[in-house]
């Protein structure tokens, strides 16, 4: 049974995520900044809000209720999505009315925040990763290195973008549930500790 107080990704609008991040004086783009919520997450348990604010706004930043809510959903969703059985996890990225090369850009982006999260929790060396996540990390260092400048919206250029999207959306998720003995490793008693 699903609860519906929680937010669901398909229920935020990367566009408000965005407004909010810029007059936070975030130096992180909005899809960078979801990029690396998701690869701190695979990461690091436990891996609170603040943490993530800490990572993304400058230090210091007092943020309207308004703004601290939507990070808050942003963070929730994220976190509940990588958690649910039935594969519910989604990247933040601007709506498909945007331009295919600012989609593009943005998806690099989320790929570049991804590695970067992933790298801020016990993994310290990324390169050396084997198997399955190695070959996921090897691909999104691809992509964070693609620009879409030349993308043009054509109809192949739309599938290739589709197709990397639902890429990036799976792979992301295998990365969360091949890294979870790691993450229990790490905090084998996270919970007993926590009052």
Aim: with cysteine.
């Amino acid at each position: 049974m699903r609860y519906y107080s929680q937010p669901m990704m398909s229920e935020i609008r990367f566009s408000d995520f965005e407004d909010v991040l810029a007059a936070a004086g975030s130096m992180a783009d909005a899809a960078e900044a979801h990029g690396s919520l998701c690869g701190a997450l695979c990461s690091m348990a436990p891996y609170k809000v603040q943490d993530w604010i800490n990572e993304i706004l400058p230090d210091g930043t007092s943020l309207s209720d308004e703004s601290a809510a939507m990070i808050e959903r942003v963070f929730t969703a994220t976190s509940t999505s990588f958690g649910e059985q039935g594969m519910e996890f989604e990247p933040l990225l601007p709506d498909d009315e945007q331009p295919l090369n600012g989609r593009a850009n943005a998806l690099a982006l989320w790929c570049t925040g991804f590695l970067y999260g992933l790298g801020t929790g016990q993994i310290s060396d990324l390169e050396g990763l084997n198997g399955e996540v190695g070959e996921i990390v090897r691909d999104f260092t691809e992509i964070s290195r693609a620009t879409g400048d030349d993308a043009d919206a054509d109809e192949a250029n739309e599938q290739a973008y589709a197709e990397l999207v639902e890429f990036i959306r799976v792979a992301a998720q295998v990365v969360f549930e091949e890294l979870l003995p790691l993450r229990r490793q790490v905090y084998p008693t996270a919970q007993q500790r926590l009052h």
